[in-house]
């Protein structure tokens, strides 16, 4: 558990400005923005996303979990492969996995059909994917530590001993 | 019906809650930014609100063990083992009781003849001077200063002891001032109250929120101290619990049992629902209290930088989530300056006089509070200050 808090701070809300994050971390203002170009700079930060719950915006949206299972390679295993995937621009994360598969992706589409064709056209034909497995994602209860629909604040007593 | 003359003298005495007074205030307005509040600003974390619910769910509803579920009792007693260094015996040692403000008032009704004297330093939490009476003992409250971070001196406490002293109480980290006693000053203590022969009943509900990476040191892990301690601890503050209400007492057996023996006849024991909690909030808590730890301690650095910043001198408290500013330069008294900050820019905080009268002078602002309310308070308090200048 020894995450800079600095980068802690950012995971939790990318859009403190540099006041506010000095602020809360009692450093000079200069000191976070240098730190955090050079994050920046070095890809340790790799970019900043709002949290959005899309059911409220209209958009369709649909995402699908996707298994995969791949013939490793003799030299560099899954990489090869998991970055060729990765590039397709439809696919929002890749993780290789431990257990039953061997990588996890997420991709996007705006309707079933496109996530299918992506999967039918683009994954299965490639070489070296053995098998996948497509599940539909069907609502959302919580995401990169949001919850959605949250419970109201619960009341406090304004002075206590 | 003359009701003067049916309450009990005992009752009657007690004053007033300075706290309560500033409350009924505050109650009908609905603009105010408080720091007035004396507890987290988390809900309890979730593992431990499930763990209570899924005991509710089990049919888990009966009556414990006066002493609490030997569960519970056996992991306290691991706990205190490891952070405080002291050793317990769960069957024995370990009384669960409905928060800390049970155990302290079992404590003293098991320790106090009447007109036995009880010691502690001053601004304190509220209930020692009311509990004391209540127990038909003397409260002797001795000052603490600012200048000393408001630690309790051995010369001070020296001073105070009489024949008469039985019990000293202390509470660090302390509510209302976040001070806390150096080595020394623990050491001082504790060979006093072995010459002159006090038990002390040391209340660490605080205890796991200690910064500035310090080791929270218990009295009772001095030596020869173990035998005249009484331990209280807690799951308000450190697991954000204050509604479940469950506390505990490590102490010698028989003074175990003499507090037990209270205990059972007025509240039987703490709720299961509450100890089914506890027990996960031990076993599995820690990782929320390092998260709540360092989000507090982001924001005592900020609030008293603001302090200073505004010409306003405040001490850096070691522990607890309070901050004690000095606001006698600005010439009006603790509750004066609470009331019109109240007034003026709908910020509430609690005068120090609250806390005792070595308090007055002083005013407790809390920050368990939202990072924004925080700075939006702070603006207020600034422009504020800038009014009396």
Redesign the interface.
């Known amino acids: ?1 020894s995450i800079d ?1 600095l980068l802690q701070l950012l995971r939790r809300n990318g859009r403190f400005s540099e006041t506010e994050l000095a ?4 450093l000079p203002a200069e000191e976070v923005r240098e730190r955090i170009e050079a994050w920046e700079e070095d890809g340790t930060i790799l970019g900043y996303q709002a949290v959005v719950d899309s059911t409220r915006t209209g958009d369709v949206e649909v995402v699908g979990i996707i298994e995969v299972k791949l013939t490793p390679e003799r030299d560099g295993g899954f990489d090869r492969l998991a970055s060729r995937i990765a590039k397709f621009e439809q696919v929002v994360s890749c993780y290789l996995m431990s257990g039953g598969y061997d990588l996890l992706l997420m991709v996007e589409g705006k309707d079933l059909m496109e996530v299918a064709r992506f999967v039918s056209e683009k994954l299965s034909t490639m070489e070296g994917i053995l098998s996948t497995a497509t599940h539909f994602r069907l609502k959302t209860y919580k995401e990169n530590g949001f919850a959605f629909g949250e419970d109201e604040e ?1 009341e ?6 | 019906m003359d009701y003067s003359s049916k309450i009990s003298r005992q009752v009657a005495a007690v004053p007033r ?1 300075g ?1 309560r007074d ?2 009924e205030l ?2 009908g307005r609905d603009d ?1 930014i ?1 720091l ?4 987290p ?1 988390y ?1 309890t974390p979730w593992h431990i609100r499930e763990a209570a619910i899924y005991s509710l769910e089990r049919g888990q509803t009966s009556y414990t063990s006066n002493l609490g579920l030997l569960s519970l009792r056996r992991s306290i007693a691991t706990y205190v083992s490891e952070f405080f260094g002291v050793e317990y015996d769960p069957r024995s040692e370990v009384l669960v009781t409905v928060g800390v403000s049970e155990a302290l008032d079992l404590a003293l009704r098991a320790l106090l003849n009447p007109g036995d004297e009880v010691l502690y330093h001053e601004p304190c ?3 020692y001077m009311p509990s004391t009476m209540m127990a038909h003992g003397t409260a002797v409250p001795v000052a603490t200063r600012k200048e000393d971070e408001f630690s309790l001196r051995p010369a001070a406490l020296a001073k105070a002891i009489t024949p008469n002293s039985r019990v000293l109480i202390l509470n660090f980290p302390t ?1 209302p001032t976040g001070g806390v006693a150096s080595a020394e000053d623990l050491a001082g203590l504790a060979k006093l109250c072995i010459e002159h022969d006090l038990i002390v009943i040391s209340d660490e509900i605080y205890s796991e929120l200690r910064y500035d990476g310090a080791q929270h040191v218990s009295i009772a892990s001095l030596p020869g101290m173990r035998e005249r301690t009484v331990l209280l601890h807690g799951f308000s503050k450190a697991y954000a619990m204050t509604g479940f209400r469950l506390g505990y007492s490590c102490a010698p057996a028989p003074l175990t049992e003499a507090m037990m023996k209270i205990h059972q006849y007025s509240m039987l024991c703490a709720p299961i629902t509450s100890q089914a909690a506890a027990l996960e909030a031990l076993e599995h808590g820690a ?1 929320s209290v ?1 998260r709540m730890r ?1 989000s507090y301690l ?2 005592r ?2 609030v008293v ?1 603001r302090f200073h910043e505004m010409g306003v001198d405040c001490h850096l408290p070691g522990g607890a989530f309070y901050v004690f500013p000095d606001i006698r330069k600005f010439g009006l008294g603790s509750k004066d300056f609470a009331m019109q900050l109240l007034e003026a820019e709908s910020v ?1 905080a ?1 005068p120090g006089d609250a806390f005792g009268a070595s308090g007055e002078g002083f005013l407790r602002c809390c920050y368990a509070a939202a ?1 924004e309310d925080l ?1 939006e308070a702070l603006n207020r308090i600034e422009r504020f200050v800038g009014t009396l200048a």
């Open positions: 558990m808090p602020e809360r971390l009692s619960p406090r007593l304004p002075v206590a001993p | 809650s706290i500033f409350f505050v109650l105010v408080s007035g509040v004396g507890e600003d809900a939490y509220v209930s509510n990782r390092a360092a982001e924001r650095d900020y930088k509430a609690v990072f700075k």
